[in-house]
């Protein structure tokens, strides 16, 4: 089973930049994606988005806490309910932020087998070094955590272009946790990943379980 988990969206208000009041996707881009996708497959919202008036939710959940332990552990339970009900191992692909989570969920999910990231923030710090961002206080850095050894495929999408989250982070975590590093010419942060989307998927599943160093 595939679960998709979607990025940071609109954590800040772009005017004001003061948290924002709703930070849920504006795009479909990963529920597109998960539409081309042949294996069954869930959507997993993150903690507070489309409901961020539930309690006990707070902006902090959506900015410097958005990848922090209270986040991880509710995706971790769900990952896991979600595998006990279909009775079967677990793909996590995760977008930009989406990825960060579905390293640091792999780490307590044991039902999670593989991870796909596109674009994926995986390394907080040098991220918001790039982009001259306060760091994400009250957040864990996905490669400071690593992957278990159960997680036997790991592949790490970028595309060349994409000024959101560079390529270079994915590039520095598969340096750290070695796995099958794509990177894809004239492909941007949204651009043009549903137009692969498949083939990108059947490459990834005929490519075997083994990482192997990135290329």
């Not at 919202?45 to 990848?67: E, I, K, M």
């Not at 159960?150 to 975590?173: C, I, K, M, Q």
């Amino acid at each position: 089973m595939h679960i998709y988990l979607d990025g940071d969206g609109r954590p800040v208000d772009p005017v004001r930049l003061t948290p924002s009041v709703d930070p849920t996707p504006r795009d479909a881009l990963v529920l597109e994606l998960m539409s081309r996708d042949p294996s069954p497959s869930v959507y997993l919202g993150r903690p507070c988005y489309f409901r961020p008036d539930a309690p006990p939710c707070h902006s902090d959940l959506w900015t410097g806490a958005r990848y922090g332990p209270r986040v991880v552990a509710t995706l971790c339970a769900a990952v896991q309910q979600l595998a006990a009900e279909a009775d079967r191992p677990v793909t996590v692909i995760g977008f930009s932020g989406g990825g960060a989570l579905a390293v640091l969920v792999a780490n307590c999910a044991e039902s999670v087998s593989r991870i796909v990231t596109i674009n994926g923030n995986l390394d907080t710090a040098l991220w918001a070094g790039m982009r001259g961002f306060i760091p994400l206080q009250g957040s864990l850095n996905p490669v400071d955590v690593g992957l278990p050894r159960r997680v036997t495929t790991r592949v790490y999408l970028v595309g060349e272009n994409d000024p959101v989250v560079p390529p270079e982070v994915s590039a520095r975590f598969s340096e750290s946790v070695p796995g099958r590093l794509i990177a894809l010419p004239d492909f941007t942060h949204a651009c043009c990943w549903i137009d692969v989307w498949t083939e990108l998927l059947a490459d990834i599943e005929g490519a075997g379980a083994e990482p192997s160093a990135a290329n």
